[in-house]
């Protein structure tokens, strides 16, 4: 087994590229291009299904995929969608308890945003499924850096 002169990793005999960095192997033969040697699935759609439950499959991608492409979707899927679930939780709490002692003024504050949350969480998420599919890495602006540090280099 070889490895990558760039990062280190093991590259197996015969692959172009290095599956953790991308890093172009020389000696070798051009045998797979978009596919990793473990994972049999091709980067752009382990991005895609990085959003499609959510902050879920976010988890599931980043404990089993770490190429750099791919780990930074799931990355900004746990923060972007868990984020988003955490302040819908805040706002059921807040809101909700209001109404418990009578305030039913709050109950409508409450339910606008929270329709305003699912409709931003609606819209991020065709957006980023969109664009992990077409290869991009689009970045949510407050999140992407959460995303880069906890994805890694």
Not at 110 to 121: D, F, H, P, R, T
Not at 123 to 141: D, H, N, S, T
Request: aromatic share 10%; charged share 10%.
């Amino acid at each position: 087994m070889a490895f990558c002169s760039q990062c280190g990793g093991e590259v197996a005999t015969g692959v172009a590229f290095c599956p953790k960095c991308g890093q172009a192997q020389t000696g070798g033969q051009v045998t797979q291009t978009s596919h990793s040697a473990g994972s049999g699935m091709a980067e752009n759609v382990a991005g895609l299904l990085c959003y499609v439950l959510g902050w879920v499959t976010g988890i599931i991608f980043f404990l089993i995929d770490k190429r750099p492409f791919v780990r930074f979707h799931p990355a900004q899927s746990i923060v972007v969608f868990g984020g988003l679930h955490i302040l819908n939780v805040i706002i059921g709490i807040l809101f909700g308890a209001r109404v418990m002692m009578g305030g039913w003024g709050a109950f409508g504050i409450g339910a606008a945003l929270y329709s305003l949350i699912n409709l931003v969480a609606l819209i991020l998420w065709i957006l980023l499924m969109v664009k992990a599919y077409q290869g991009e890495k689009f970045q949510v602006p407050v999140a992407a850096g959460i995303a880069q540090s906890l994805a890694g280099k």
